[in-house]
């Protein structure tokens, strides 16, 4: 799953050109960090300018050269770049997607003995680093969380007054408002890929089920599939919901015609500045036991090959995961901190944010398996048959478990 639109993201297309600093008064080839990103709003730029002046200041003589890959570009790029032996210092990726091909084609350096020696790592949640072998390859400085976005406006003509916390109590509200006859229910992506997988699998991470356990907990995966086809044939979520990404879902939301919106953090500056009407926000709604989402965002790492690997990590733990920088990264584009002495700031605990921020404490682990993508694809798929129309409720769990099998037996068959 970002900010790049997370799960993941949207980048601009730009053209990928080696930098020449020789010349015009430039550092020493030897003096430039190489970063590669895929960031292309204003807000990841933003952060990205402060946290490189700051460390310019601090190292004289370094400049930090930023590369914005077009972010379906960034894996061949790296893979490429593996084995050329030519490539960035600091790569920030899409981990969620590919840790387990860029682990495995050497892309990534281990960094274990630097996380280890790194006197902060007490303040990151376990979900922060993602391990391969028991090494530390990926380090996560801020997370993209999904959350529930409501209409204040819409909710209190049907003296709704609070925002719902769990499955029941939203199944509840969209019921009024059906009945209501003058809005929609809710807005969210059901497209047949990874969004729409991972805008549902909470409603199993509730109940503590994930793509590593469904055989032994199949009762509750058909349970879930018929809720959601129930609320399709009831109307509380349009049939077209099954095509929609997260930005399409986003922009129906914030046509006021909605009275909710599943989505995600990066969605807060645009609550905040574009609503006509009252935004409310809340956890993702429980369905039998705690909140639980996915985590997503991009992970920090070090090319395998970096000349400049001590300095590299450098960057990383003084301009990316240091308080300070996690907390302009919030600020400036949204990036929920993972440190919990950030989290837990006062200044940051302000309305519109905070059920995101108190999800960060609860996250699921990503199953550490090549075809990761490929299980969530054959979930996305079976969410939107059911929302269409085209499966019912029980076919589609099948079709899902299914599915999830035969991507997890393709990629090893493990999930750790």
Known sequence: MVRARSIFGTAAL???????????????????LTV???????GGRASLADRDAAFEKANPGWKVNQVQVPFDQMDQKLLAAAQTGTGPDVVVNNVVVDFPSLVAAGVLKDITAEWNAYTDKALFPESATWTSGGKVYNVMAYTNLLGLFGNGDILGQYGITTMPTTMDELEADLAKVKAGGKYQGLAEAAAPNVEGAWLFMPWLLSQDVNYCNFPSN????????????KWAKKG???????TWDQ???????MTADFAFGLNGNWNIGSARDNAKFAVWTAQFPTNGGPSVVFPGGEGLGIFAKSTHADMAWNYLKNYWLSADMQMKRFMA????PVRT????DPSIQIKLPLPFLKATAN???WPKNPKTTEMQIAMGRAVSSVISGQQTGPEAAKSAMEGVASAREAGGGGCE
């Open 363 to 365: 996250t699921a682990a």
């Open 36 to 42: 590669w990103t895929y960031f292309s709003d204003d």
């Open 247 to 253: 930005a399409t879902a986003w922009q129906k939301f």
């Open 14 to 32: 730009v053209t990928l050109l080696a930098v020449s600093m020789s010349g015009c008064g430039g550092p020493p080839e030897d003096k430039i």
């Open 236 to 242: 509380y979520i349009p049939k077209s919901a099954a």
């Open 218 to 229: 199949a009762d509750k995966v058909v349970t879930a599939f018929n809720r959601i086809e």
């Open 333 to 336: 584009g949204g990036g929920l």
């Open 341 to 344: 002495d950030v989290t837990s």
